[in-house]
């Protein structure tokens, strides 16, 4: 394609002079593309790939390369060549894979066609050709954002001149046949970002960096990071000198930093500032650069190569086709960053390096989801066939997942506690036994809990035997390395306990109650996973709800921005209340058992949350009596229902673990009257959330983004998740809403919860919910079942509302 050597390429300007970065211009050598905004540009070996865009006199479809060692720009193909390109679009997004280019979206004009094609190029054949995915496409966008990690490429946000999105979507690129899947992160952490397009996303390690952006109201200066091993967001708070709001920006990752030029606001206000943030210390900073700096500028483009950032074009108050570069790496953070690389572009995990480990986790994940059919809902499967090195039957184990497997730590079998750790692959339905590669194992225990944060697992407490030692320790595993590490915490040190609850949300991890052999704790201890400093929650007021009594055996969820507390034993009772602890207003709230089941009194069940609702399984009362029942609790219509199951279900059993990969709900070992080490799973249906249901239904209708106004509570809430620092006023506003949307959710419990519009007015026999209208009831579709407990309709009887 580019033969020949050239002179090294030209360029104005300096490197880094010691205190502060230089920007070089690079000298435009050969065919250059012409003056452009919203083109895409990928890299590829040594060349920079630049296609499309809009020149102003057209949108274009042209594919231009750079070559960086030689500096020279060649065109490569237009509409003359060999092969039909893309049609011209300007907003696309492109990334390269094995040897080809892959390009999505884009538009043709504000008020014209936008695209949800894909089209590929072949390097080393120099021919386009058009993709066809199996699955459902993304709707058709532009300004999205568009990343590799290991063999998926994922796109999340646009916009389509009427709708913002913030949906994700992956496109598995490896084999002969490409599939679209639906990405739909963990709802039991955080919200995804709200709706944005014109925002950056860049992949480090095994987490998405997303910033910026334009919501339709306002330019966004939040930073979220999606964790693939997790699928989950975290929301980051803004700490050290970070960037103003802006869009049309751009970032790339160098070493273990993002680096993010330029952009635009709200105001029009272009940028041609430097920011970095540090995604292992998590702070930003204001870079002081020199030498022949680029206008302000936005809706340009950068790639990272070699210890240099590149930026491409854009619009300054003109169109540009310039280039500049600044060096952002030492030469020793350079070779760095080529074995990182090196370890991407190959889809491999080494010992030490966690790039591109379990490339794809969240898209198995969800194409296991997607392959479940109506008729799978809440049927029962006893897993068989399990190969390799399985653990042994027990009781007490802890069980987290990660990419697309399960690890369980020890617990108790038939001999001793056990601090053993076992890993499950589960597409290919594998039990190997992990050797630690490095660390001091924790010493063999039974009741410890696990979270997942990052690319580690935390472990706290657990106890040896009845009357034996009881710990409150911490250690964490390093999923990638195998290895384990004593965490050294500050601040006051939890008594030591076993049988709590232990979950995470964003850098928390949050104990609740447990037992030390003589007392049933109360208090809830939360320990930064940033700072490994334990801390308690500020003291409720005199007339905030007491906490639940002191209890073990209980399980807690985390919900949004909530933490659900169910069942327990206090000593005396086995219990069935529920609480809710809000981490935005750090109160207690007692929610009333709602629905026509309730579950019994139990202790050491199982509880996980999927879609809008916990289910709870299993578990034991005081007379010892143990539970093979499903409930369900749907968080926003606060109710109960029992869940129907068939199939092959567990047996009755206690001290047994459940986790949720894939719309799945795994329920692994525990004690039916002998230690079990079999496995079981149930396809779930997933609720809704009443205000996704209406944005989703208006989005078909045609309804969003036309000029509605910004709902800025909701927008003060999602921008300010640093709690922590509220004063005493803004704490007060913060319940008195807190207690005004509860007000709101108690008023619309009698909204049908299919066409979220009329009054719920018939009640469904034979199972005697009333959850929809007497329209919807009649238009479900056949063979009609309740929407709570999956029954079959025999009737909709309507009534009437006093």
Not at 51 to 80: C, H, K, M, P
Not at 86 to 95: F, K, L, N, V, W
Not at 626 to 652: K, S, V
Not at 669 to 691: C, W
């Amino acid at each position: 394609m580019m033969n020949g050597r050239h002179a090294p390429m030209q360029t104005n300007g300096g490197v880094s002079n010691g205190r502060r970065m230089e920007w070089e211009q690079i000298q435009n050598i050969g065919d250059v593309y012409s003056s452009r905004t919203g083109h895409a540009v990928v890299l590829y070996d040594d060349v920079l790939y630049l296609f499309g865009g809009t020149d102003g006199s057209a949108r274009q479809n042209d594919l231009y390369a750079f070559n960086i060692e030689n500096g020279l720009w060649q065109l490569v193909a237009d509409d003359r060549g060999p092969s039909r390109p893309p049609s011209a679009r300007s907003g696309c997004q492109g990334i390269a894979y094995e040897g080809k280019l892959y390009f999505f979206g884009g538009y043709t004009k504000k008020d014209g066609e936008y695209f949800n094609d894909v089209h590929e190029f072949d390097i080393a054949r120099c021919r386009w050709a058009p993709i066809k995915p199996i699955g459902e496409p993304p709707a058709r966008r532009t300004d999205h954002s568009m990343v590799l990690y290991g063999t998926t490429a994922y796109i999340f946000g646009g916009f389509d001149g009427r709708n913002r999105f913030n949906d994700m979507r992956a496109l598995g690129l490896a084999g002969e046949s490409k599939r679209w899947l639906h990405v739909v992160a963990n709802r039991s952490t955080q919200n995804p970002p709200k709706n944005r397009f014109g925002h950056t996303a860049v992949v480090y390690e095994n987490s998405m960096y997303v910033f910026g952006g334009w919501d339709g109201h306002e330019t966004l200066s939040d930073l979220y990071e999606y964790l693939f091993g997790t699928n989950e967001w975290i929301n980051l708070p803004p700490r050290g000198s970070a960037p103003k709001p802006r869009y049309r920006h751009s970032a790339v990752i160098g070493g273990t930093k993002m680096f993010v030029f330029g952009g635009v606001d709200k105001t029009q206000t272009r940028y041609v500032d430097f920011h970095v943030f540090d995604c292992v210390a998590r702070t930003w900073t204001q870079l002081e650069t020199g030498g022949n700096v680029p206008s302000a500028r936005t809706f340009h483009r950068a790639v990272m190569h070699r210890g240099y950032m590149y930026i491409l074009g854009g619009f300054d108050g003109r169109r540009q086709n310039d280039t500049y570069r600044i060096k952002v790496l030492s030469a020793e953070q350079e070779r760095i960053q080529e074995q990182r690389n090196n370890v991407a572009r190959n889809g491999a995990l080494t010992n030490g390096a966690a790039s591109a480990a379990a490339a794809g986790a969240a898209t198995r994940g969800t194409e296991s989801m997607n392959a479940v059919m109506p008729e799978d809902f809440w049927q029962w499967i006893h897993i068989t066939g399990e190969r390799g090195d399985k653990y042994t039957p027990r009781t007490g184990h802890a069980v987290v997942v990660w990419n697309d497997h399960f690890y369980l730590f020890g617990g108790t079998d038939e001999t001793a506690r056990q601090n053993d750790i076992y890993q499950y692959d589960i597409p290919g339905n594998r039990w190997d036994k992990v050797i630690p590669s490095g660390g001091v194992v924790p010493a063999s225990r039974s009741g410890s809990k696990g979270v997942v944060y990052r690319d580690y697992v935390y472990f706290f407490g657990g106890y040896t035997k009845k009357d034996g030692e009881y710990f409150n320790d911490v250690f964490r595993y390093s999923i990638p390395n195998k290895v384990w590490e004593t965490v050294r915490t500050s601040g006051d040190d939890p008594p030591a306990r076993t049988d709590h609850s232990c979950v995470v949300q964003n850098n928390r991890m949050l104990v609740f109650g447990g037992f030390d052999g003589r007392v049933r704790f109360q208090d809830l201890q939360m320990l930064d996973l940033e700072q490994h400093r334990w801390e308690q929650p500020p003291e409720a007021g005199a007339m905030a709800t007491p906490p639940p009594m002191g209890r073990f055996g209980h399980t807690a969820v985390i919900y949004n921005n909530s933490m659900f507390i169910f069942g327990g034993w206090n000593g005396h009772e086995t219990l069935d209340d529920l609480y809710e602890f809000s981490l935005g207003t750090f109160q207690w709230y007692n929610v009333p058992n709602r629905g026509r089941n309730v579950p019994k009194s139990r202790y050491r069940h199982s509880a996980a949350v999927y879609g809008c609702s916990m289910f709870i399984f299993g578990g034991v009362d005081k007379n010892q009596d143990r539970f093979a029942d499903l409930f369900e609790f749907n968080i926003d219509t606060r109710e109960w229902a029992q869940i129907n199951t068939m199939g092959h279900p567990p047996t009755a059993r206690t001290f047994h673990r459940a986790v949720v990969w894939g719309g799945y709900m795994y329920v692994l070992g525990g004690f039916d009257g002998s230690r079990k080490n079999d496995m079981y799973k149930i396809a779930l249906v997933e609720s809704i959330p009443r205000d996704e249901a209406r944005q989703a239904r208006r989005a078909r209708l045609g309804m969003e983004g036309l000029g509605a106004a910004p709902d800025t509570e909701n927008d003060a809430e999602a921008a300010d998740k640093d709690y922590d620092h509220l004063d005493e006023t803004g704490q007060l506003k913060r319940r008195v809403n807190e207690l005004l949307s509860r007000l709101a959710a108690e008023i619309e419990r009698n909204v049908c919860k299919v066409c979220y519009e009329r009054d719920i007015n018939c009640v469904l026999l034979d199972c005697a919910h009333r959850v929809v209208c007497s329209q919807c009831a009649e238009s479900l579709p056949p063979p009609r079942m309740c929407p709570v407990c999956r029954k079959p309709i025999r009737r909709a009887l309507e009534t009437f509302n006093a």
